[in-house]
């Protein structure tokens, strides 16, 4: 029998979405103790109590474990895992910026030489922006989770990438963009005449003619289809007797995971501006960066006075969060006075994946445990 003390426990699928077991790790030496084919609370009780020496248990937020780990060990120690933490507190933050504001916010703003350049941008260059902004979102949580000590092969199952991609992206330094080319386009040679001639506000029909007599061989609908994208992008059906300068949500989303000092100049300017008229969402960056704070220190008096500041914003998603964090205070303190996670519960979840597919999916759960337990 294991002489662990302290452990990980986490679930993982036996068979997915339908059927799932418990995994206990050795948190000093990786190695798996033990795995049951169920993650019923009360089978997991009776499971635990033969491990009577466990003093301290590492988990994820789970109301199930927490519970049974309770039941089995009441003197033990339970660890809320940091990293979890951290992801449910901004997950419920992005609902309440994509409830509240919209995807693309209107500001009034005064013509800048950059402020014309982003007008022109066509949704298709909006729509590059907003992959590579998703992407470098991507990257920042894959370091984020290897700083908090998971493994490639942990954060590959966690975020549902490719291996090679998470590696990629624990190596990678700085912003990636997207290098995709532009499709090349019949009205290309002569773009330069119809973007003047539509500032010009002449018709269609006048700018078709000016530039057949060019030679241009495309059809009226190609130029067509080309203005009406342009001019979306340029927002000419929206003007109003001041211009307008626009804020992608996907931005203030962004900054739930990224200093407001690593955007683009004008984008913070933007960023700044809005945030200084909603308080409701200067109060929900001020909640997650200070929680973040919190969890890095080890004072966890300051996770009290917190949670009374952040109760009286009386933003829902943030309630919902508050809630799990006081069903499950001392487990949530234990994260902020110690350094133990389940980082290392990951990597292992990964090699039991791994020979599932050596096995081709058809070992029992008992040749599978004894595999899990030997390698």
Same mark, same amino acid.
């Given at each position: ?8 426990? +986490?679930? @993982?699928?036996?068979? *997915?979405?339908?059927?799932? %077991? ?6 000093? !030496?990786?190695? &798996? ?47 809320? +895992?940091? @990293?979890?933490?951290? *992801?449910?507190?901004?997950? %419920? ?6 409830? !509240?504001?919209? &995807? ?131 927002g000419r059906r929206h003007r109003k007797t001041s211009p307008e300068s626009t804020l992608r949500r996907g931005m203030l989303i962004s900054l739930l995971n990224k200093d407001i000092s690593k955007f683009k100049e004008a984008d913070q300017k933007k960023m700044k501006e809005y945030i200084e008229t909603d308080g409701n969402l200067q109060n929900l960056y001020s909640a997650v960066n200070r929680f973040r704070e919190i969890l890095k220190g080890k004072d966890e008096s300051r996770l009290e006075d917190w949670l009374s500041e952040v109760k009286r ?63």
């Amino acid at each position: 029998m294991t002489q662990s003390r302290i452990v990980c426990i +986490d679930d @993982f699928a036996i068979k *997915k979405g339908q059927t799932y %077991g418990t995994l206990i790790v050795d948190y000093e !030496t990786s190695r &798996v103790v033990d795995m049951i084919p169920s993650r019923d609370t009360d089978s997991v009780v009776q499971w635990l109590k033969s491990y009577p020496e466990i003093e301290v248990v590492s988990r994820d937020g789970s109301i199930g474990y927490a519970k049974a780990i309770r039941e089995a060990f009441p003197e033990a120690m339970q660890v809320s +895992d940091r @990293f979890h933490l951290v *992801k449910n507190l901004v997950d %419920g933050a992005k609902e309440y910026i994509k409830r !509240t504001i919209p &995807v693309r916010i209107k500001l009034e703003a005064s013509i800048t030489p950059t402020d014309q350049k982003a007008k022109k941008l066509t949704k298709a260059a909006i729509r590059k922006q907003d992959r590579e902004e998703a992407k470098n979102e991507l990257v920042r949580t894959v370091k984020e989770m290897h700083l908090n000590g998971y493994s490639a092969n942990a954060i590959s199952r966690e975020l549902k990438i490719d291996i090679k991609t998470a590696i990629k992206y624990i190596k990678h330094q700085g912003r990636f963009v997207n290098a995709s080319r532009e499709r090349k386009s019949i009205l290309d040679p002569y773009k330069d005449t119809i973007i003047a001639l539509n500032h010009e506000r002449k018709k269609i029909v006048y700018i078709f003619r000016t530039i057949a007599k060019d030679v241009y061989k495309g059809s009226y609908r190609s130029l067509s289809a080309f203005l009406a994208e342009y001019n979306e992008g340029l927002g000419r059906r929206h003007r109003k007797t001041s211009p307008e300068s626009t804020l992608r949500r996907g931005m203030l989303i962004s900054l739930l995971n990224k200093d407001i000092s690593k955007f683009k100049e004008a984008d913070q300017k933007k960023m700044k501006e809005y945030i200084e008229t909603d308080g409701n969402l200067q109060n929900l960056y001020s909640a997650v960066n200070r929680f973040r704070e919190i969890l890095k220190g080890k004072d966890e008096s300051r996770l009290e006075d917190w949670l009374s500041e952040v109760k009286r914003y009386n933003i829902r998603e943030l309630n919902t969060f508050i809630m799990s964090v006081e069903r499950d205070i001392e487990a949530v303190k234990n994260a902020i006075r110690t350094e133990f996670s389940n980082g290392i519960i990951e990597g292992v979840i990964n090699k039991i994946k791994v020979i599932k597919r050596i096995m081709y999916g058809r070992c029992s759960f008992e040749l599978l445990r004894l595999k899990a337990i030997m390698s």
